[in-house]
């Protein structure tokens, strides 16, 4: 599925009467830092099952919530964690990776220049003829069409203003960005934790 599209995908609860169902890899646990909060938004700080029960085991995390779900052993059985909070802080950097997936998301997986989540690809503002170098505050994501049109032109020679003038995101900015893409599937429990505008299951 490609990125855009997740724009068109409306995230719901899943309740926990559906627990039984549904194999142990569907179990998943979300991350929250040691204040309670997601470790990330986009992706979706998560931890399969058996790495959960892991820093159960070792006590590194605490268990705040559980899935109605249980691995046993002969001699002990644990519920499988669907919400644990890690004991140290860990401090997010201060900003993120310079990266395909990033730019996109800083764009909003949108053409800068039209508008469309098709298609998508990367623009020099300032041509690298020109002399434009490869940085945030030079990239824009846009469709392959607009990218032709615009061709080795500035925006102004082009006649095609950007949307949004590139900048140089913090990694606040972009987990912020990140709240307008959730996932298809949300765990009951995980409701508290979260803050999208989700539609909620009745």
């Not at 099952?49 to 002969?74: F, G, H, M, N």
């Not at 925006?155 to 950007?162: F, G, S």
């Not at 893409?181 to 765990?187: A, C, M």
Request: with cysteine.
């Amino acid at each position: 599925m490609l990125r855009s599209e997740l724009i068109e995908r409306a995230a719901r609860f899943r309740s926990a009467e559906d627990d039984p169902s549904r194999s142990l890899s569907d179990c998943p646990a979300l991350v929250l830092n040691a204040d309670y909060t997601p470790l990330s938004y986009y992706p979706l700080s998560v931890w399969p099952w058996q790495t959960a029960i892991k820093a159960v085991v070792l006590e590194k995390v605490d268990v705040v919530s559980c899935y109605d779900r249980a691995v046993r052993s002969p001699s002990w059985t644990m519920q499988i964690p669907s919400v644990i909070a890690l004991h140290d802080y860990v401090k997010p950097s201060e900003f993120p990776a310079f990266t395909r997936f990033n730019l996109f998301l800083r764009d909003k997986f949108t053409c800068q220049y039209c508008g469309s989540p098709h298609n998508l690809t990367f623009d020099h503002v300032v041509p690298r003829r020109l002399g434009g170098k490869t940085s945030w505050e030079n990239i824009l994501t846009a469709c392959s069409p607009c990218n032709l049109r615009k061709g080795g032109r500035t925006p102004k020679q082009a006649n095609m203003p950007p949307m949004v003038a590139p900048i140089k995101p913090t990694s606040w900015q972009l987990q912020d960005r990140g709240k307008a893409f959730p996932p298809n599937y949300l765990h009951e429990t995980w409701r508290d934790w979260l803050y999208w505008d989700i539609e909620l299951e009745p």
